[in-house]
Each structure stands twice: as C-alpha cells, then as structure tokens.
C-alpha cells in the first residue's frame, strides 16, 4: 500500500493471502467474523482516503466471492463498492454512491470492477471518509460472505 494509506475491515477480518491465480502474488481476503443473529451481515474494507470537492474519480478493482459464514458457496449474491463522505448540507454522509452497474454477483473467477465517481463541490473531508468495498449477506442462508480484492485503483478522471 502507498504510505498513509489505511485499510481496515468491519463485519469481517482482514488478512493478506497468496493470489489462488497466482501465487507470486498477495490479495486481501476479507472473511466474514459474524454469525449474523437472524439479521442481514455485510463484510467492508474499507479505504481510508479523503476526496477533492468538485472533482470525477475512476475506480477499479478486482474481487473474486470465496463462502458465506457457515463455509458454504452463495449465489446471487453481490459485491460492490462505494464511497462514504459528508457534505456541508445539513446531516449529510453520502454512502453506496456507485451505480448499481458495479455491483456483482457469485463468481469463481477475479471480477473486473470500473466506475466513475463524482465527489460534489460541497464535499467535506471527514474522519470517516473511505472508498469502501462492501460483500451483502447471502439471500439464502442470511449469513455474511467471504471475499478476495486485489488492484485496487482510485485515480482523478481528468
């Protein structure tokens, strides 16, 4: 990671792994910590960065779905993105600001993620402020899910 750039996980644990397509490589694997009590879990990792007020983002990043909590596959199932920022507006915090084109369902192999993201000229820079990569519950078990995230790119549209 470039210095100053911080990754964490909620919902999930964060680790470093070998690429399963290649294992000269290193991938985050965000796996699902909760056995979700009868609600709906999701897994981020979250980002950390702040944003320029007014300017257009180019997003890119690969996934690949691992298991749900219990280690079982999932279908239909999605993983998307987001960023999460406040503005000057009153009891403003943006979240899931992706078009939903992004979001991704089950796959076995890596799943190629580009959007394009515009930050309003109100934005606010605030502790909380992440791009984050965010795994939804599994519709048929109701239990949070488990994923890899590699090549993570969020550059100025210019």
């Known amino acids: 990671l470039p210095e100053g ?10 680790s470093i792994v070998a690429d399963p397509t290649d294992p000269t490589q290193k991938v985050f694997k965000v796996e699902c910590n909760n056995p979700s009590d009868g609600k709906n879990v999701y897994t981020y990792l979250n980002v950390g960065m702040q ?5 257009t983002y180019v997003v890119t990043y690969k996934i690949m779905p691992l298991t749900d909590y219990a280690g079982n596959s999932f279908k239909d199932t ?7 920022y406040g503005t000057t507006a009153a009891n403003s915090f943006k979240d899931h600001t ?9 796959s076995s ?22 791009f984050q990569i965010w795994g ?3 519709p048929e078990s109701g ?10 790119s969020v550059t100025l549209k210019y």
């Not at 750039?5 to 964060?14: C, D, K, R, S």
């Not at 944003?51 to 300017?55: C, D, H, K, P, R």
């Not at 192999?109 to 992440?130: F, K, L, M, Q, R």
């Open 98 to 106: 992706f078009d939903m084109a992004s979001n991704k369902s089950t």
């Open 143 to 152: 239990l949070g899910i488990s994923y890899l995230v590699k090549d993570i």
């Open 109 to 130: 192999e890596w799943i190629e993620i580009t959007v394009t993201v515009g930050v309003p000229t109100n934005y606010s820079a605030g502790g909380a402020d992440c």
């Open 78 to 84: 999605i993983i998307g993105g987001n960023f999460r």
């Open 5 to 14: 750039i911080t990754v964490q996980a909620a919902g999930a644990n964060l």
């Open 51 to 55: 944003f320029s007020a007014g300017e």
């Open 136 to 138: 939804k519950f599994s």
